[in-house]
Nanobody, 124 residues
Framework: QSQLVESGGGLVQRGGSLRLSCTAAGFWLDYKHVGWFRQAPGKEREGVSCISPTGENIVYADSVKDRFTISRDNANNTIYLQMNSLTPEDTAVYYC?????????????????WGQGTQVTVSS
């Protein structure tokens, strides 16, 4: 069964950092685009970042640009999201999603395989 598993979430203070991981089981990620998304209570799911299969093309939402870094390790079938300078506004459940696309996208509707999410809470 194909699935994605996120890990690395937790509680951190304002200004702190976390690194999220997204690992695939049952399929290889090396030919798929992977996106990170987040959803805060009472809010719509928001696209955070996307990375192409080779890592050459990367997209960030304006809200996380210059603070978050997406990367991938295809040998280990894992995508990472390094999050720095966190603020309470970053508090959300973070999800990764994968699909073979023609170009990177942080539009949730284009992705077909999703993980269960990992909670990130930033205290003030």
């Amino acid at each position: 069964q194909s699935q994605l598993v996120e890990s690395g979430g937790g509680l951190v203070q304002r200004g702190g950092s976390l690194r999220l991981s997204c690992t695939a089981a049952g399929f290889w990620l090396d030919y798929k685009h992977v996106g990170w998304f987040r959803q805060a209570p009472g809010k719509e799911r928001e696209g955070v970042s996307c990375i192409s299969p080779t890592g050459e093309n990367i997209v960030y939402a304006d809200s996380v640009k210059d603070r978050f870094t997406i990367s991938r390790d295809n040998a280990n079938n894992t995508i990472y999201l390094q999050m720095n300078s966190l603020t309470p506004e970053d508090t959300a459940v973070y999800y990764c999603a994968a699909r073979a696309l023609s170009q990177c996208s942080i539009w949730a509707n284009v992705y077909e395989t999703w993980g269960q999410g990992t909670q990130v809470t930033v205290s003030s």
